[in-house]
């Protein structure tokens, strides 16, 4: 393999190792995605969702796109938490206006125990190529970010046969038959653990593991049945495949009161949503891990004058000091004007100095 080039824009990665920087790094959830007029041309261009997803020049092409309008400080692959189960052949589809189906839900331990743990260059390869040409067409201007979905959110799909409100079927396993459930989540670490490393090795410079229903659990069950299975992965993590180390961020939307807990797990970083305050976040991890957050992705829509005025509440929640990433609390809106967006970016470029002096 050629030599990579040096990485111009680091400052994402030093906030996420709480080193100094001059300002905030920012970037967006989903910033690769629908609300771009050009991402919605090479959609149709690729034919549907899971198309562009297993085409790894397209995938590099949207990945690349919002890095064209905006001043980000990292790029994030552009792939779905559900690339796993759609390698365990469970029947992946996307179907207009309803999200994601599982056509084979599991549901028993048989069903489990027929799962295969996918190989990451073989069944998932297409994500692998994609993260290797992506890294190739980024040239070191900004770090390229890996990521995947927690055991408990990819398992919460694969149970309830696509997205759901009160996720009655994986909380009806939950309790009538844990140990089927533990079985499925711990094939989904180990499967995450090799994509992830895959991820790595292909290029990517930092990861994400999105616990996105994790916020629906109690507070025991979410130890149990999520935390303790994203700490396991972020154990089995090469976390230095290019003698720089590759910074974890873990998200749970709706985990504001877990956060000391999550500091446990491992990750360098904790994502936060809107409904917890940065200064109190920061209090809870004493300092030590990073936070990336939390505007909320309604403050879109508000004029541009709002946006600037809540970007500046949110940087002035973190304070003064390193180790705050700037993002949404949870992914941009489809239907968000990107000039809105432009503004939120422009203005965490213009008010953050302050904080880092």
């Known amino acids: 393999m050629s030599a990579r080039p040096p ?27 629908r609300y771009l007029p050009e991402y919605r041309a090479t959609r149709t261009q690729a034919g549907s969702f899971l198309q562009l997803c297993m ?16 001043r980000l400080d990292a790029a994030i692959l552009f792939s779905d938490i559900l690339t796993i189960p759609h390698a365990m052949n469970v029947g992946l589809e996307f179907e207009a206006g309803e999200g994601p189906v599982i056509q084979r ?20 390869r297409y994500v692998m190529d994609a ?48 140990t089927t459930l533990h079985a499925l989540l711990e094939k989904l670490t180990e499967a995450t653990i090799r994509y992830l490393n ?17 916020g629906v659990l109690s507070p025991r069950d979410y130890h149990d049945f999520s935390l303790q299975y994203m700490a396991r992965i972020i154990d089995g993590l090469d ?8 910074p974890v961020i873990l998200f749970t939307k709706g985990g504001g009161a877990w956060l000391p807990q999550m500091v ?40 541009h004058a709002v946006i600037r005025e809540e970007v500046a509440r949110t940087l002035a929640s973190y304070g003064h000091g390193h180790g705050h990433v700037f993002n949404l609390g949870h992914g941009i809106h489809l239907d968000v004007d990107p000039e809105r967006a432009g503004t939120m970016v422009e203005a965490v470029h213009e008010f953050s100095p302050q904080y880092h002096r």
Do not use: H
Not at 9 to 28: E, H, Y
């Open 7 to 33: 990485l111009q824009n680091d400052i994402f990665l030093r906030a996420l190792l709480r080193q100094k920087t001059d300002r905030t790094p920012v970037w967006m959830m989903r910033q690769a995605g």
């Open 55 to 70: 085409n790894p020049q397209l995938a590099c092409e949207v990945t690349l796109q919002p890095l064209a309008r905006f």
């Open 105 to 124: 839900p599991v549901r028993s331990r048989a069903d489990v125990d027929a799962l295969p743990i996918p190989d990451p260059e073989v069944e998932l």
């Open 131 to 178: 993260v290797r040409l992506i890294r190739q067409e980024l040239g070191g201007r900004v770090p390229l970010i890996g990521f995947a979905g927690s055991p408990w959110t990819v398992g919460s799909y694969m149970v309830e046969g696509g997205s759901s409100k009160n996720f009655s079927r994986i909380k009806g396993m939950l309790y009538a038959d844990p």
């Open 198 to 214: 895959g991820q790595m090795a292909a290029g990517a410079q930092a990861l994400m593991i999105f616990d996105t229903w994790g």
């Open 239 to 246: 976390k230095e495949p290019e003698g720089r180390r590759v």
């Open 264 to 303: 446990r797990a491992g990750a360098d970083a904790l994502g936060v949503d809107w409904t917890t305050d940065l200064a109190e976040a920061r209090a809870a991890v004493r300092d030590s891990v990073a936070l990336q957050g939390n505007l909320d992705p309604n403050v879109l829509y508000a004029p």
